[in-house]
């Protein structure tokens, strides 16, 4: 190495350890500067130190802050991954295997047990991916920099308190970047003050319990207002003359009053109760499905606001139930793809020479760039990496 590319990589890795330091101090000027809010929400100076002790900040949950799935993915693509072949069978063998424990959940909180077991489906694939980041130090990051710090801080105060307490007894804990963890994945307060002890062991456990994962999700459910022996809605037809500014969550209607103005179940059967109140739905606008939902969606949406979110819960529950799916196609000449068929479009495209490992189905920004070249290559238009059908059909085809 030349004399000056010796002193500038020395001045560079000054500069990354100056950084880096400077982030530390900052880091740990927060935690102290956050002490005296913990305590006066319960938990005590002496657990406060135990367990921030060695805490560094993990700056990349600041980019999953700002592009959650729910509000980034189409939804074709977001609810073919979620509501996939795969996951009813694999939810329908849940229903099968802990039959005894869904129902008695579902009669102790008169909840429907389909929802509960496509909560826990949808949250962490029926406890098999619970989230890989550990919990205080995304929480502690996210409460000292980023939005929405008030918040963060309140999680991570709550994950303390239940360190402290007993309820959580492992300090290295894993969950979601944003702090939910467990088989159905619970904000630390929502599981301080929703979590219930099913299994009769005196702890809470959400993460290694099923009875307590499964009653917890219902007790939740419940106190968000779910109604026993309601659906959470219907798929349904509009008329040609519906328009569409009548949509949306917070425009209901009486059944009776969307009857009159000819709205219809998609599968011919009647409304129910005319005196009920319903929205209708257009999430992906007048050309796509319509929902005409009750206030048993709403008490989904509150587990996780965002409306995606809330159609793959509803939609899961009913191919749960026996439902065949979805009547009316999404407006896109490209669907998305469902997690087998993700896995299969990465096999393709490493038998085309892109090195991408082992094909997971997950797709990141090295099967996005694999795509974007086979896009190009092909002709296929817009050349942007995503993966939907056409990229799939047109790799099977050679």
């Not at 006066?40 to 980019?63: F, H, I, M, P």
């Not at 849940?94 to 102790?108: P, S």
């Amino acid at each position: 190495m030349s004399p000056l590319r010796f002193l500038s990589s020395l001045l560079l890795s000054a500069g990354l350890f100056q950084a880096q330091a400077s982030l530390a101090d900052d880091f740990s000027a927060c935690l102290a500067r956050l002490q005296p809010e913990a305590r006066a929400k319960g938990v005590e100076s002496v657990s406060y130190a135990r367990y921030t002790q060695g805490l560094q900040a993990d700056l990349s949950v600041l980019d999953l802050l700002n592009a959650q799935p729910e509000f980034v993915t189409p939804l074709w693509d977001y609810l073919a991954g979620l509501v996939d072949e795969q996951r009813v069978a694999d939810g329908k063998a849940m229903l099968a295997q802990h039959g005894e424990l869904f129902d008695r959940v579902a009669r102790q909180y008169q909840v429907d047990k389909y929802t509960v077991a496509a909560v826990w489906g949808v949250e962490s694939d029926f406890g098999r991916i619970t989230g890989k980041r550990p919990l205080l130090t995304s929480l502690s990051t996210l409460s000292c920099y980023g939005r929405r710090q008030d918040f963060f801080r309140g999680e991570l105060f709550a994950t303390l308190k239940l360190l402290q307490d007993g309820d959580l007894r492992d300090t290295g804990i894993t969950g979601s970047w944003a702090g939910a963890f467990g088989q159905t994945q619970f904000m630390p307060s929502t599981y301080a003050r929703i979590a219930v002890d099913f299994d009769g062991d005196g702890h809470r456990d959400l993460v290694n319990s099923v009875p307590d994962a499964l009653a917890s999700t219902a007790n939740y459910l419940r106190k968000a207002g779910w109604v026993a022996g309601q659906a959470w809605g219907y798929e349904v037809q509009l008329p040609a003359s519906f328009p569409a500014a009548q949509a949306g969550r917070g425009k209901r209607r009486s059944l009776s009053e969307w009857q009159a103005l000819g709205v219809r179940r998609i599968d011919g059967g009647a409304l129910p109760d005319g005196a009920l109140k319903a929205a209708v739905l257009l999430p992906t606008g007048p050309q796509g499905p319509a929902f005409l939902v009750l206030r048993n969606y709403d008490a989904i949406y509150s587990y996780n606001a965002a409306e995606s979110y809330a159609l793959a819960i509803a939609l899961l529950s009913d191919r749960l139930r026996g439902g065949s799916g979805l009547r009316t196609p999404w407006p896109t000449d490209d669907p998305g793809l469902s997690r087998a068929e993700r896995k299969q479009l990465q096999e393709l495209l490493i038998a085309r020479g892109h090195d991408l490992g082992t094909p997971d189905g997950l797709i990141g920004n090295s099967t996005r760039r694999a795509i974007q070249a086979e896009q190009q290559r092909l002709g296929l238009s817009p050349v942007d990496g995503r993966a939907g059908q056409k990229i799939l059909k047109a790799l099977r085809g050679q």
